[in-house]
């Protein structure tokens, strides 16, 4: 088992950037794939965007496509979501997830069937 830790939230201005960072605790990523979901108060939990461990490859929502690069550093055993040209709607609670799927199908897997491990969240609080 991996247990995703998150930290880098904070407040910005709408227009700034932010890194996240999402760190495997106890084992290694290895074996997941590794997502970035977000949820306002009242609001259902949202996907961001996510990586495969072991190819790195991405998968983005369509919200933040262009603004958002997700990436992995093996040796660190971390996730990092960079967020740029943040939007005040996008002010809300931000939780790693690992899951044994592709980057792809982690959304869906959210919505439809659930995750196997999550973070406490990481808060981002954006003002215009």
């Known amino acids: 088992q991996v247990q995703p830790v998150e930290s880098g939230g904070g407040l910005v201005q709408a227009g700034d950037s932010l890194r996240l960072s999402c760190a495997g605790s106890?084992?290694?990523?290895?074996?997941?794939?590794i997502g970035w979901f977000r949820q306002a108060p009242g609001k259902e939990r949202e996907f961001v965007a996510a990586?495969?461990?072991?190819?790195?490859?991405?998968y983005y929502a369509d919200s933040v496509k262009g603004r958002c690069t997700i990436s992995r550093d093996v040796a660190k055993n971390t996730v990092y979501l960079q967020m740029n040209s943040l939007e005040p709607e996008e002010a809300a609670r931000y939780y790693c997830?690992?899951?044994?799927?592709?980057?792809?199908?982690?959304?869906?897997?959210?919505?439809?069937?659930?995750?196997?491990?999550w973070g406490q969240g990481t808060q981002v609080t954006v003002s215009s």
């Open positions: 990586i495969s461990w072991s190819s790195g490859s991405t």
């Open positions: 106890g084992r290694t990523f290895s074996r997941y794939a």
């Open positions: 997830a690992a899951d044994r799927a592709t980057a792809r199908d982690m959304g869906a897997k959210v919505r439809e069937t659930g995750v196997d491990y």
